[in-house]
């Protein structure tokens, strides 16, 4: 079985900040890993996605993820945070079947 | 290739009445995932699909829920006797299968059901 773990469901920074969503997983198979993102009123949306190869994964508008085995993780980051990043981030696993979300990040953008 | 199409999107139902959410998944796509999202809540897996086949039903509620996706059509999530605890939004998302697992879930838009 899949789960994972989203900690800190809001995050704040100020715009120019780095941005660091964290994700943990658990899977009983080799995972494949997604970040979505959701802006308000709207459905969700791949941001990156990890299935096999390079660990570090770029993804659309500037954001990454590195797949760590040993750490069970799979950090969204980003280094400088824009006013349009604000939004609800969703990590996802996985491995056998069905698709399984945490429970989601909001990210607030301070100017 | 359009995307995943769900309707509709808004939805208001009386209490006791029913509801049919649509989802046409994207042109290729053999599996549906729906997904339940409360207010300021994360996504609840319902129930996941083939054609003409419930794979895994885990997260559907025993009662007054039911979904399908028939060989043609769209996938029909189906909601009787629809109580106020059943407004949130409803997502649905289509994925290509190869081998043992899932490409990545492509998302419809969702349908917000309002229960009043």
């Known amino acids: 079985a899949q789960s994972v773990t989203q900690l800190g469901s809001h995050v704040s920074v100020s715009e120019g900040a780095l941005v660091l969503l964290r994700c943990n997983y658990s899977?009983?198979?080799?995972?494949?890993l997604f970040w979505y993102v959701q802006y308000p009123n709207q459905g969700l949306q791949l941001l990156l996605k990890y299935t096999t190869g390079a660990t570090l994964v770029k993804g659309i508008n500037g954001f990454e993820a590195e797949f760590k085995k040993s750490e069970t993780s799979f950090h969204l980051t980003k280094p400088s945070a824009h006013m349009s990043d604000a939004a609800e981030y969703f990590c996802a696993v996985t491995g056998a079947q069905k698709l399984v979300f945490g429970q989601g990040t909001r990210l607030t953008i301070n100017p | 290739n359009a995307g995943v199409m769900q309707n509709p999107r808004h939805l208001v139902r009386r209490r006791g009445q029913e509801a049919r959410l649509r989802c046409s998944p994207m042109k290729g796509h053999s599996h549906v995932y729906w997904y339940r999202q409360l207010p300021e809540e994360g996504l609840k897996f319902m129930v996941y699909l083939q054609k003409e086949n419930i794979i895994d039903e885990s997260g559907m509620p025993k009662e007054r829920f039911s979904a399908e996706f028939p060989k043609e059509g769209p996938s029909i999530l189906r909601i009787q006797q629809v109580v106020r605890g059943d407004s949130a939004a409803y997502f649905c998302a289509s994925s290509l299968v190869t081998g043992r697992t899932n490409t990545e879930a492509f998302f419809g838009q969702g349908t917000r059901l309002t229960v009043v």
């Open positions: 899977s009983s198979v080799p995972p494949y």
